[in-house]
Every structure is written in structure tokens, then in C-alpha cells.
């Protein structure tokens, strides 16, 4: 059973920092791509960052990129998303989702079938 489970929301002043996990269980790990994805209020879920199964390829939305780095500790069976230098328009639920893909995409949530529960980040003074 596919299980993901986020952690590391909170609230956070602009310009500040947070690391989100997404630790991954229940399927063979180097066959999966991870992405992170976020939903405001009222906005469709849009596509953060990714990372690929197949050769570690990460991409990057343009609004994150320069900000925002994922990894992934393969041992942990956990990918990390580093968020720095955060604006309040990054203020969203974050989910992470995975999908047995060799190259991720983060074009669009309907790439993945399965989904963490959500953590939710806040930038505001």
C-alpha cells in the first residue's frame, strides 16, 4: 500500500526558510518520481518541483526556481523540498505525490495517483 506523509508546514515570515519531507513507503522506491504540488485557496493545484526515478532529473516551476531545491535520500526513502526566501504567495497546502514514472512532471497533478495528506505553509509577518 502506498503511503506518503508530508511534514514541515508552518508559518514562516517572507524572506524566511522551511524544509518540507515527504516520507515515501510501501512501494519500490527507485521506481517512483516524486512531485510536490500546492493548492491555495480558491486556485487549482499547480505543480511545484519534481524529481525523476530514472536519473534524478529535477525540474522547477518558474515561480520556485532559484528558491526551492528537491532532493531525495534514497536510505530515508524521503525527498526533501527546501523552500528559502519565501514570498506570501507561496502560501498554499503542499502535497507531495508519486506515480511509478521514469521522468516526473510536475504539468499536472493528473500524472499521479497517489497523494500525501498535505502540509500547510504560511508566509505572512
Known amino acids: 500500500q502506498v503511503q506518503l506523509v508530508e511534514s514541515g508546514g508552518g508559518l514562516v515570515q517572507p524572506g524566511g526558510s522551511l524544509r518540507l519531507s515527504c516520507a515515501a513507503s510501501?512501494?519500490?522506491?527507485?521506481?517512483?518520481?516524486i512531485g510536490w504540488f500546492r493548492q491555495a485557496p480558491g486556485k487549482e493545484r499547480e505543480g511545484v518541483s519534481c524529481?525523476?526515478?530514472?536519473?534524478?532529473?529535477?525540474y522547477y516551476a518558474d515561480s520556485v526556481k532559484g528558491r526551492f531545491t528537491i532532493s531525495r535520500d534514497n536510505a530515508k526513502n524521503t525527498v526533501y523540498l527546501q523552500m528559502n526566501s519565501l514570498k506570501p504567495e507561496d502560501t498554499a497546502v503542499y502535497y507531495c505525490?508519486?506515480?511509478?514514472?521514469?521522468?516526473?512532471?510536475?504539468?499536472?497533478?493528473?500524472?499521479?495517483?497517489?497523494w500525501g495528506q498535505g502540509t500547510q505553509v504560511t508566509v505572512s509577518s
Open positions: 510501501g512501494f519500490t522506491w527507485g521506481y517512483y518520481a
Open positions: 505525490a508519486t506515480e511509478p514514472l521514469l521522468i516526473c512532471t510536475i504539468a499536472t497533478p493528473h500524472a499521479y495517483d497517489y
Open positions: 524529481i525523476s526515478s530514472s536519473d534524478g532529473s529535477t
